[in-house]
């Protein structure tokens, strides 16, 4: 295909992980956006054996706050999740070797849940299918968006690995399309970015998660429990039980540097290690399934917005998941842009227009920015030997518990509802 007919769409979302796939969500089901030219480009197959494909709907699980869960109910995708999501009715949030912790509770708020776990592969399973099976939406996978440039329409982008609808077979020439908007939703390792010349800001925090699911003698009755310990925070999040066995996810942080030692020990020694450092919360720790590690840092992008460009999810910022906020930042993120891009269709204009995505970038900075600080604080006051930090830790948690407005603060945040800013220890 030359330039001369290349094809044009409204908008061009790159990347269909967990929040790029949410967006087309959203748009599929939004009256004003579904008169929308719309496709969704992933690099990864969608579907094999049932199974999604992309990277991010891995063995991970995912805390999904009561605000996720509520857009998720918009998209009428929350009757197909609540069967494989585990509800938290409990956070216990303790600091190892010393006194105090804090209890966050569902009842306290009114709520039946201050979030839902959720497997990434489940997620993926529902947003994948809720994706094929959309209206008024082209989706291209396995497809590399190759190259962006602005062009007068918008921007261009060129596609590769695009099959030939006569032969399936690779297009080997280079196929071009043109786009009002194109949202960049390709995760934080983006290769478009730079060609756009579009940097990030980025604090190592020198740590790496380990994540797995274990499982254990006495059920969790619904508690998510987060621990600081010397080495970086540890979290148990509920898991539905299995085989008659208690589980939850684990995600241990450690020293970027210590993780080699603890990757290389075996099953045994490594719950022995566990146990010693969660103490018998649930009891005794009997198994730890398949390990997986992420370096841990804090990424946030120099430009979120250009003209016919919106940078979105991991790409916009990743965060340390001590707070389980990256996700459910990044779908408050989508939703406001869907509204964005809805609000331009019934005003007629592009849904690249600059000055409607400077109105979506206003609105949703303050959120932005709250919770990025919130995470980057909790990480920064739980990891640290500071003895001023150890000193308002330790106050904090013994204070905390008594104090009411600062638990619903907690709450509302755990819940993904509150955007009030990070309160002074
Ligand atoms: C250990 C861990 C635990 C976490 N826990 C939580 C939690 O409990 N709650 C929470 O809210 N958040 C959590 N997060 C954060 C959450 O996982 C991320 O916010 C989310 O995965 C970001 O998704 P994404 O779609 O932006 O990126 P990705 O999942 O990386 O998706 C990007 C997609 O783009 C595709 N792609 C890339 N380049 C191209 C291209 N050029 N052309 C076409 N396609 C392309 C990729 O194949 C991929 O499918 C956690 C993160 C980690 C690391």
Known sequence: MSVTDTKHYD????????????????????????????????ASPVF?????????FDTRSTVLSAGTMAYFAQMDLAKSLLPSAEPITHIHVSDQGRFGSVQLNASDEGVDALGYVVANASLGQILNQSLLEASGLELCAPVTVASIKPCAAGMQLELSGMKNSDTSDDVSAKTMI????????????????????????RTAYEQSALIANVAFSAPHGGRAYERFTPKGPLALLPLADHD????????????????????????????AQ????????????TRIGKRSVYPLSLQVAQEQIRPGLVLLGNVAHSLHPVAGQGFNLALRDAMALS?????????????????????????????QLDTISFSDYMTR?????????????????????????????????????????????
Not at 385 to 397: C, H, T, Y
């Open 11 to 42: 908008v061009v979302i790159v990347g269909a992980g967990m929040v790029g796939a949410s967006l087309a969500c959203v748009l599929t089901k939004s009256s004003s956006a579904s008169k929308l030219k719309l496709l969704l480009v992933e």
């Open 244 to 271: 008659s066995q208690h589980r939850a996810a684990l995600i241990w942080t450690h020293a970027s540097d210590g993780i080699e030692e603890i990757i290389a020990m075996n099953d045994k020694d490594l719950l």
């Open 339 to 367: 509204h964005n891009i809805a609000e331009s269709m019934q005003m007629g204009v592009s849904p690249g227009s600059f000055p409607q995505l400077q109105k979506y970038l206003r609105a949703v900075q303050r959120d």
């Open 274 to 285: 566990l146990q010693k450092e969660f103490g018998q919360r649930v009891g005794t720790f």
């Open 48 to 56: 094999s054996n049932k199974s999604p494909q992309q990277p991010g």
């Open 178 to 201: 043109t786009t009002s908007l194109v949202i960049l939703a390709e995760g934080g390792r983006s290769t478009l970015c730079e060609q756009l010349g579009i940097y990030h800001q």
């Open 381 to 425: 006051l739980f990891s640290s030997d500071n003895i001023f930090l150890a000193w308002a830790r330790k106050s904090g948690m013994a204070s905390i518990d008594l104090l009411p407005p600062l638990k619903h603060y907690l709450s509302r945040q755990a819940m993904g509802l509150g955007h009030a800013r990070v309160p002074q220890l």
